[in-house]
């Protein structure tokens, strides 16, 4: 088993924005914690307050100097991919070029943020497939010229580029089309609201599919996201697994399952479930008030990830 890695998440929602000054001090206290990574869950067209991530991880890399950064996950399909490049190039420069930028792409939890942009349903997986591949050549040298099905360019140099010649890139998904998707090209497989049993369930699937390419697929390089909350009120906990409930395709009960809400022991038990399962890297993304944001890092730092050092 790889050494556990725990990071957080940040996103807009219902439960309304911080402040510039809350944000920041956010990713001030999880790097002064010593947490791992943030990630910031993207969205176009959503209805609740959103922030534009690419904006927030270079106000995050001019506050901090350690934490890593990456989008949980960035819908690149809606995206021109040189566009793309050009940005997360930027931000692996401001934050020093050490590796603390990492790639997360997907498909988009919305398919309305395509048809926004003007994307068909049917050209999300294509264009996925193939911006993949361009950020890839924008990233590893100059003067690239390429022409596939729905990206046309010649002689694009991006500069600066990534101080390793490429940023790691994450697949999100769950399915088994993500998951041969990950098998052709993605460097690690980032599912959210899986299951322990089904993320085992799916790296085995990887594993074999991966085989089947000739690549070996490194079971440390998979991580998930869950949604959490941890108060010694189980009262709090149980509204505000309630809260999250109300919001995803899933049964209350399938909901619970697949997120870590209750009390630090609760929280510490069910993320011992996906260690049993064989996952090593997670994002835990509190569902809170603003006000309580920082509360929720500091119980997961002081109670939750000391258990898994």
Not at 73 to 78: D, G, M, N, Q
Request: charge should be neutral.
């Amino acid at each position: 088993m790889s050494r556990i890695k725990i990071g957080i998440g940040f996103g807009g929602g219902q439960t309304g924005l911080p402040s510039p000054e809350a944000i920041c001090a956010y990713a001030e206290r999880a790097e002064d914690l010593g947490i791992d990574s943030i990630w910031l869950s993207d969205r176009i067209t959503s209805r609740q307050p959103h922030l534009d991530i690419a904006c927030v991880m270079a106000m995050f890399a001019a506050r901090t100097t350690r934490i890593k950064m990456g989008p949980s996950v960035l819908t690149l399909p809606a995206r021109d991919p040189i566009l793309v490049a050009r940005t997360y190039a930027t931000l692996d420069y401001l934050t020093g070029g050490c590796g603390r930028v990492i790639m997360a792409v997907g498909l988009g939890n919305d398919p309305n943020d395509c048809l926004a942009c003007g994307v068909s349903a049917g050209e999300r997986a294509g264009r996925l497939e193939e911006g993949v591949a361009v950020l890839r050549k924008l990233w590893a040298g100059p003067q690239v010229t390429h022409h596939g099905q729905f990206y046309h360019f010649d002689d694009v140099t991006i500069e600066p580029r990534p101080a390793k010649g490429k940023l790691d890139i994450w697949i999100g998904g769950r399915t088994d089309v993500a998951l041969r998707r990950v098998a052709r090209y993605g460097d690690g497989w980032f599912p959210s609201f899986v299951t322990p049993e089904e993320f085992k369930a799916g790296m085995d699937r990887l594993v074999a599919y991966g085989a089947e390419r000739g690549r070996t697929i490194d079971p440390g390089e998979a991580g998930i996201l869950l949604l959490t909350y941890t108060s010694h009120s189980r009262e709090r906990a149980d509204a505000v697994a309630q809260l999250a409930g109300s919001n995803f395709p899933f049964s209350p009960e399938a909901m619970a399952a697949r997120c870590a809400i209750g009390t630090p022991e609760e929280c510490v038990e069910k993320v011992a479930a996906y260690v049993a399962a064989g996952c090593a890297k997670y994002v835990l993304f509190p569902i809170a008030p603003a006000d309580e944001l920082i509360g929720q890092i500091e119980l997961f730092a002081k109670q939750v990830i000391p258990r898994f050092s």
